[in-house]
């Protein structure tokens, strides 16, 4: 199975501030995926990372915001720009192996704005 | 748009009980996922279900997948405290090329 790995693990973060979270995987993968994720709750698709082009966003969330690479199949990264306390929340970073459709994921950023 | 709904929310059992968590799809589904949570972790894969009224066993974990593809079930025999967690379902449709989880249920087990 893939393994992905995310950094930082956590921060604590300014009002205002930006942060960009790494996202490695140690085999070739097809897709991979952006999640948020409140305390208690369920997952929530922020964008999928399309390699060389723009991110497909879900609805809710902007490209402005949330900005997106994916320069080749193992490696993606995620800003949340312009940050405010809203934005507190694990952000996940997730996967699918080539040829297969389980995903995978990473062990999350926890994000602190203050 | 799709919608997974899981029931319950959360249940508590006594260590050697049985528990069953239920996912229901808006839409149907080419394939179903679930994963498990633990507190303070991230989901971890356990399994995927493909064909219709697909029935899988992992240990004492039994995953089911309905017969129209649009519900599954998680029942676990003679919890442990390890099976602590929340336990989400996702469903994979092929035209959206995306999971969409399930709301989890809360498992929570006690001697």
């Known amino acids: 199975s893939a393994v992905i790995s995310q950094k930082p693990s956590r921060d604590i973060c300014q009002r205002g501030t930006s942060l960009t979270i790494q996202c490695q995987v140690d085999s070739q993968v097809t897709m991979m995926f952006w999640y948020r994720q409140q305390p208690g709750q369920s997952l929530t698709l922020i964008a999928t990372?399309?390699?060389?082009?723009?991110?497909?966003?879900e609805s809710g969330f902007v490209i402005d915001k949330f900005p997106i690479s994916r320069p080749n199949l193992t490696f993606s990264t995620l800003t949340v720009s312009n940050m405010s306390p809203e934005d507190s929340s694990i952000y996940l970073c997730?996967?699918?192996?080539?040829?297969?459709?389980?995903?995978?994921f990473g062990p999350g950023t926890r994000l602190t704005v203050l | 748009g799709q919608q997974v709904m899981q029931i319950p929310q959360y249940q508590h059992v006594q260590e050697g009980e049985d528990f069953t968590t239920y996912c229901n799809s808006s839409?149907?589904?080419?394939?179903i996922q679930w994963y498990k949570q633990r507190p303070g972790g991230h989901p971890v894969f356990l399994i995927q279900?493909?064909?219709?009224?697909e029935v899988k066993k992992q240990k004492r974990l039994t995953f089911q997948f309905g017969e129209a593809k649009k519900n599954s079930s998680l029942h676990i025999t003679a919890t442990q405290t390890t099976d602590v967690g929340t336990y989400f379902c996702?469903?994979?449709?092929?035209?959206?090329?995306?999971?969409?989880f399930g709301t989890g249920t809360r498992l929570q087990v006690t001697l």
């Open positions: 997730s996967a699918i192996e080539l040829r297969k459709y389980t995903q995978y």
């Open positions: 839409t149907t589904l080419s394939n």
């Open positions: 990372a399309n390699q060389g082009s723009e991110a497909t966003y």
């Open positions: 279900l493909v064909k219709s009224g």
């Open positions: 996702a469903g994979w449709t092929g035209t959206a090329s995306k999971l969409t």
